[in-house]
């Protein structure tokens, strides 16, 4: 990757809201964040006027000793986690769901592309940490697999 594709890269952070980028060019990686979105989280904090949210919180802290076996997918991007393929459509998992190496789980729209992630881990959807078109953080957990068995 030679220096002019970084700058377009930090110039992309500078003129977004996007706080981290990482970008792979065969054996090359190069991460580029920006520190001063640490004020942002004040702002994403300002989020609890959703009480609704509240219970999902202890059921996840509920469920914390069975984590230990459980595998968490965590987001491989920052974007805007969706549930479904689209509004009226059904959600692509449920809590309590069996699913298959590679079931669709959510998609996440980074950079006006819809990224489908896909479960990396057969078992039960034991949770779901992400509400639907809000926004998720680079390695943020957004769902607990158990394994079957």
Known sequence: MDISQ?????????????????VTEGAETVRISR??????????AAAPAAPVAAPVAPAAVAESPAESTA???KSP???TFY????PEADTFVAIG???????????IEAMKMMNEIESE?????EAILADNATS?????PIFVITPLG
């Open 136 to 140: 998720v953080e680079y390695g943020q």
């Open 71 to 73: 595998n968490q997918v």
């Open 6 to 22: 970084i700058r377009k890269l930090i110039k992309l952070i500078q003129s977004t809201d996007v706080t981290e980028i990482e």
């Open 77 to 79: 991007m920052v974007g």
């Open 121 to 125: 881990y057969d078992g039960v959807v």
């Open 97 to 107: 769901q069996k699913i298959k190496k590679g079931d669709t789980l959510c998609i």
């Open 35 to 44: 520190g001063s979105p640490v004020a942002a989280a004040p702002v994403y």
């Open 83 to 86: 549930s479904s393929p689209s």
